[in-house]
T-cell receptor, first 114, second 111 residues
């Protein structure tokens, strides 16, 4: 059990560029979550996968955002046409899938849009 | 609206002091979580509770369902306890079991 990993840890991009982040959850964890955290705030929910199915998306997830979990293992989060307001820490978490259970967080990807 | 409120936002304590962080939430949770976040972003789950009290080392978490209130206590605080402590709730009916977070309490423990 190596924990939840995220790649890259830091990303600096210019406004208008596309970026993609990867999350590898703890193996055999059915649930995978993406959250976004801006400076001085608590994280906010973006989207949720149960195995490969994306079952819920926040209103925060505009049409420039897309997430996938193609084989129910790793997940990717893509942001198209990045804006300065997208600058944040993007956090991935996974859990076993037992009702309300403990979520295990990755180290996050810090995105800076210039 | 499902909300989680924490207080205080910032807390400075002398080493050895007893620390309390408070959290209030809206009706209808299925679980209350306390998490710790160190500089650099990593978040670690400390407790998940739906009733009563849990203890791990010098950390104690309590919840009062009737008052919709939870507290995190740290006994004999130490500089290594310095971090942001975040309260989060899982609301019943949220089929995803997503967490709704408070803004966090930044704790600094001075030697």
């Amino acid at each position: 059990d190596t924990g939840v990993s995220q790649d890259p840890r830091h990303k600096i991009t210019k406004r208008g560029q596309n970026v993609t982040f990867r999350c590898d959850p703890i193996s055999e964890h059915n649930r995978l979550y993406w959250y976004r955290q801006t400076l001085g705030q608590g994280p906010e929910f973006l989207t949720y996968f149960q195995n490969e199915a994306q079952l819920e998306k926040s209103r925060l997830l505009s049409d420039r955002f897309s997430a996938e979990r193609p084989k129910g293992s790793f997940s990717t989060l893509e942001i198209q046409r990045t804006e300065q307001g997208d600058s944040a820490m993007y956090l991935c978490a996974s859990s076993q899938g037992l009702a309300a259970d403990t979520q295990y967080f990755g180290p996050g990807t810090r995105l800076t849009v210039l | 609206k499902n909300e989680v409120e924490q207080s205080p936002q910032n807390l400075t304590a002398q080493e050895g002091e007893f620390i309390t962080i408070n959290c209030s939430y809206s009706v209808g949770i299925s679980a209350l979580h306390w998490l710790q976040q160190h500089p650099g972003g990593g978040i670690v789950s400390l407790f998940m509770l739906s009733s009563g009290k849990k203890k791990h080392g010098r950390l104690i978490a309590t919840i009062n369902i009737q008052e919709k209130h939870s507290s995190l206590h740290i006994t004999a605080s130490h500089p290594r306890d310095s971090a942001v402590y975040i309260c989060a709730a899982t609301y019943s009916g949220a089929g995803s079991y997503q967490l709704t977070f408070g803004k966090g309490t930044k704790l600094s423990v001075i030697p």
